[in-house]
């Protein structure tokens, strides 16, 4: 048989184009991608982008509005308020990475673990998921870094903590799904050991639908670090941290509302972003999704 004669050869090329037209068919999706991928630029370049030093302080140049030599003004310590909000996304998306991987890593283990055992092991595993999940992510969140402490480091496993619960919850469903298919009760009437079957059989399947969730979930870690900050309880000053900057400056708000406002809309601008383009790729990728489509 020819590759002409292929039936399924059509359906393969429609859906190959459909992954092609993905960006024109999407524009809220292309535009949000653009603007997370600025972000992102950003960050990675933050030294050779920022004109200031993020954390040098003038006197003579405190609250300066937005203009002249600060492009978007400057708060009470004098300190650039543009530099600050482009070191704040190195910040912001660095704790988010390491936050959804301690929570992915963790929900994958918890999740995998309770999806394949049976009986009290099974229900210890389910209350543990349960109570992580019984809790919103900043109350948990703010209850680890009153153990822990304050700090960088602090927020992201904090953050991470938090988000252990939701991912688990999604890989047991993904695992017992995946468990109950022919290929991988066959694997296991022909003697092959259970963590070979999990190794080559379950994780592969489970992956892919994992990752789409870390997709949807860093605009949430990125929130609840910022929230952390805001409330005083997160990344300590001077460092350069959105929700730090809102909070210093909201006193300031009356007349220097540029203070609070600008790192705010850098905040609001990202977090659309990320959100459009997670909904976006679970929408085209997750095959539960497309089946409702």
């Known amino acids: 048989m020819t590759m002409t004669d292929d039936p399924i050869a059509p359906q393969r090329r429609a859906r190959k184009q459909a992954r092609r037209s993905m960006f024109i068919r999407r524009p809220f999706f292309t535009v949000s991608l653009i603007v997370a991928v600025g972000f992102v630029a950003c960050a990675v370049f933050a030294p050779l982008i920022a004109p200031y030093d993020p954390v040098q302080q003038s006197i003579t140049a405190m609250m300066a509005p937005p203009g002249g030599a600060h492009l978007l003004g400057t708060d009470s310590y004098g300190q650039d308020i543009l530099s600050r909000i482009i070191y704040g996304a190195r910040y912001a998306l660095l704790i988010a990475f390491f936050a959804i991987l301690?929570?992915?890593?963790?929900?994958?283990?918890?999740?995998?673990?309770?999806?394949?055992?049976?009986g009290w092991v099974e229900w210890v595993l389910l209350r543990v998921i349960d109570s992580i999940l019984a809790l919103p992510s900043?109350?948990?969140a703010?209850?680890?870094?009153?153990?822990?402490g304050q700090g960088v480091d602090k927020v992201a496993i904090a953050v991470g903590i938090s988000m252990i619960g939701p991912f688990a919850r999604t890989v047991r469903s993904d695992v017992?799904?995946?468990?109950?298919?022919?290929?991988?009760?066959?694997a296991g009437l022909m003697s092959i050991t259970r963590l070979t079957v999990i190794w080559r059989h379950i994780l592969p399947n489970i992956v892919f639908p994992l990752g789409v969730q870390i997709t949807v979930r860093v605009s949430e870690a990125i929130l609840v670090s910022s929230s952390l900050s805001f409330l005083g309880i997160g990344v300590t000053p001077p460092t350069p941290d959105w929700g730090l900057m809102i909070a210093e400056g909201r006193g300031f708000v009356s007349f220097a509302p540029w203070m609070s406002g600008m790192p705010g809309i850098a905040l609001a601008l990202l977090l659309i972003a990320l959100a459009i383009v997670g909904d976006g790729i679970?929408?085209?990728?997750?095959?539960?999704?497309?089946?409702?489509?």
């Open 282 to 293: 679970r929408e085209e990728f997750d095959p539960k999704m497309r089946g409702h489509q």
């Open 176 to 186: 017992l799904q995946v468990s109950s298919q022919l290929f991988v009760e066959a």
């Open 102 to 118: 301690i929570g992915a890593t963790g929900g994958l283990i918890l999740g995998t673990a309770a999806g394949l055992t049976t």
């Open 138 to 140: 900043l109350i948990l």
């Open 142 to 148: 703010i209850a680890v870094i009153a153990i822990l």
